[in-house]
């Protein structure tokens, strides 16, 4: 008789509280009292200490005198880590149109059609998030695609902002077409400069974004 499957409970608890993190169900500020958390995920301690540990590792927690708190970007945060996700994501894009299969792209036009189709700007968001991660597989360099995994945890910590002022929906879906096209016919030079283009947009959005809730709520 097979042994039962074992859990690993940390890993459990880390990707419970990584996905409360990034929804904003915990949001920037929130202190992650231990105690308090293994009560309501029914577990130890020592599981929830181990997951913040884990956080702390992806940039989502940091320590304060009141204890580990949901990270809280500044701007200048948001720009310092947009130019590390663009320097390393335009050559996730050039390396995608040199070493793409035809599963990479396979599964690069289901995304983006699916998100062409959808008309719940969150689900469109959400579907333009897995678009990038799909393109950070099809790069086959798995140190560039873990790094970009941390950045791109960090800035989903403001994916709540108001970004509605601005027309960023359709532009990225215009710009993942012209990404998508230079990576189906091996052009790293257009697929690196079109990938940079489109997160200096997108950046310049989030942070327009970031500037009037902070006015707002000044």
């Given amino acids: 008789m ?15 509280l990584r996905d409360e993190i990034v929804g904003a169900a915990l949001p920037p500020g929130t202190t992650l009292l231990e105690t308090a958390l293994a009560s309501r995920l029914g577990v130890g301690r ?11 590792c992806d940039g989502l927690v940091v ?13 200048p945060e948001v720009v310092e880590i947009y130019q590390a996700r663009i320097a390393l994501e335009a050559e996730a894009a050039a390396s995608a149109a040199a070493h793409r299969s035809a599963l990479d792209l396979a599964r690069l036009r289901h995304v983006h059609e699916e998100a062409q189709q959808t008309e719940d700007p969150m689900q469109i968001r959400k579907l333009h998030g897995r ?30 902002v108001d970004m509605s002022r601005n027309p960023n929906l359709e532009s990225s879906d215009d710009e993942h077409t012209e990404v998508l096209e230079a990576i189906s016919a091996g052009d790293q030079d257009r697929a690196r400069a079109l990938l940079r283009a489109h997160l200096e947009r997108t950046r310049d959005v989030r942070i327009a974004a970031l500037v009037r809730e902070e006015a707002s709520t000044a």
């Fill in 131 to 160: 678009w990038h991660a799909m393109l950070r597989q099809a790069s086959h360099n798995p140190t560039i695609t873990e790094i970009l995994e941390r950045l791109a945890l960090q800035l989903a910590l403001y994916d709540g």
């Fill in 63 to 75: 320590r304060t005198p009141r204890g580990p708190q949901v990270r809280t970007l500044t701007a």
């Fill in 2 to 16: 097979a042994a039962p499957t074992q859990v690993n409970t940390g890993e459990s608890q880390y990707l419970v």
């Fill in 46 to 56: 020592a599981p929830v200490r181990e997951a913040i540990l884990r956080l702390e």
